[in-house]
């Protein structure tokens, strides 16, 4: 998680939400990283686990992620959540919860919906605290 809130952390310093996201693979080394680029790309799908995902998949050759654990600083959202199911990713591992817009188990939770054909296990609140502090301060810096 302390990678995740570096990503997080560079995330924020260039204006964009601080949100980080590692893949590792099976042996827990790093595959891929990644953090928000929405506002440096332009794009409303760069969210970290997004690139994350997409990173891994390219250095593996491979669409499918099994045995990757995707770390993240905050729940997932829809979006993301579906990403995680499409790769195929056993494991998630996340921050802060997001009450607003979680779809691991807040909001919605989509990643162990026993109606889908892929779920996952959840690991929740790992270092909350460090991950809601860096969004907290990200959003009253812009008030």
Do not use: Q
């Not at 790093?30 to 680029?37: L, P, Q, S, T």
């Amino acid at each position: 998680m302390r990678l995740a809130l570096d990503e997080a952390r560079a995330a924020g310093a260039a204006g964009d939400v601080p949100v980080g996201a590692l893949v590792l693979g099976p042996d827990g080394s790093v595959v891929a990283a990644a953090h928000n680029e929405k506002e440096l790309l332009g794009d409303p799908t760069a969210h970290a686990e997004v690139l994350a995902i997409r990173r891994a998949a390219a250095a593996a050759g491979d669409k499918v992620l099994e045995g990757a654990t995707l770390v993240v600083t905050l729940e997932p959202c829809v979006m993301c959540a579906g990403a995680i199911l499409a790769a195929r990713i056993p494991t998630v591992v996340f921050g802060a919860w997001d009450d607003k817009a979680g779809a691991a188990g807040s909001v919605y939770d989509v990643l162990r919906d026993r109606r889908l054909n892929h779920r996952v296990e959840v690991y929740a609140g790992v270092d909350a605290e460090a991950s809601s502090a860096l969004l907290v301060e990200f959003f009253e810096a812009r008030r």
